[in-house]
Nanobody
């Protein structure tokens, strides 16, 4: 079992930055690939970024955030991060982290564990 708790959301002006954190409890965090997803009001949940269990260069961000968002992890702290720069109003959503054993995935139904989400609101 893995429990995930996101933090770091809030209200920010367009062009600003936030860093989301996802703290994991439970054993073997380093064996899990991690993903970030988001859901805007009235829209389906969408993939944002993933990182493999080992981190490093094995990361990927969706095109809409590429160059602005960076995913990283610290296995010693059981935490995955999403650094969000140059935020836009269209980034407004509830952001969720998720964990899965094995390889990375862009599909939410591939993930086994989910956090409760953290709200990010970007004002224009």
């Amino acid at each position: 079992q893995v429990q995930l708790v996101e933090s770091g959301g809030g209200l920010v002006q367009a062009g600003g930055a936030l860093r989301l954190s996802c703290a994991a409890s439970g054993r073997s965090f380093s064996m899990y690939a991690m993903g970030w997803f988001r859901q805007a009001p009235g829209k389906e949940r969408e993939f944002v970024a993933f990182i493999s269990w080992s981190g490093g260069a094995n990361t990927y961000c969706v095109d809409s955030v590429k160059g602005r968002f960076t995913i990283s992890r610290d296995n010693a702290k059981n935490t995955v991060y999403l650094q969000m720069n140059s935020l836009k109003p269209e980034d407004t959503a509830v952001y969720y982290c998720a964990a899965r054993r094995g390889g990375t995935s862009m599909y939410d139904d591939a993930y086994d564990y989910w956090g409760q989400g953290t709200q990010v609101t970007v004002s224009s």
